[in-house]
């Protein structure tokens, strides 16, 4: 695949930081990193965002994630390796990444719920539009895929 546009020497620019200070919030709200890396896979996969998959994939695992999890990331439902909270989370980011077919129905909202503040379902469903927005920039554009390196392995 040829990339489009490297969208990368943009992000210095106004919309770029923009979008960084967005991503920069969500990190730092209280939700679990670990569960943010799940929602960031999840999300990637129906998107088909091979960069964001390659990037987030060695995130979480450099961070703890086990094989086994991500993995079975896209037949969630049908494993026993997921809390009663990431599966909310899942089925939240399914329901909202999938806005114009779901309209994210009453039925996963009051699931979700049961899991979630009203103040951390917020924080959710910014993480969930953050990382549709990354992989819609990333799909258009078509970045060169493979070389990330988590900063954990960069460091060392």
């Not at 909202?109 to 993480?127: G, I, M, P, W």
Request: aromatic fraction near 8%; charged fraction near 25%; glycine fraction near 4%.
């Amino acid at each position: 695949m040829t990339t489009r546009i490297n969208a990368a020497s943009y992000i210095k620019t106004g919309l770029g930081q923009a979008m960084l200070a967005l991503q920069q919030q969500v990190e730092a709200s209280g939700l679990e990193h670990s569960l943010m890396e799940l929602v960031k896979i999840r999300t990637s996969q129906i998107n088909g965002c091979a960069y964001c998959l390659d990037m987030h994939t060695k995130d979480a695992r450099a961070a703890g994630e086990t094989e086994q999890r991500i993995y079975a990331l896209s037949a969630w439902r049908e494993t026993p390796f997921f809390t009663d909270r990431e599966r909310a989370a899942l089925e939240w980011t399914e329901a909202v990444t999938l806005v114009a077919e779901t309209r994210v129905p009453d039925d996963v909202y009051e699931q979700v719920r049961q899991q979630f503040s009203e103040e951390e379902l917020v924080e959710l469903t910014f993480a969930v539009i953050v990382i549709n927005s990354w992989n819609r920039l990333q799909v258009s554009f078509r970045p060169h895929v493979g070389d990330y390196q988590p900063k954990a392995v960069v460091a060392v």
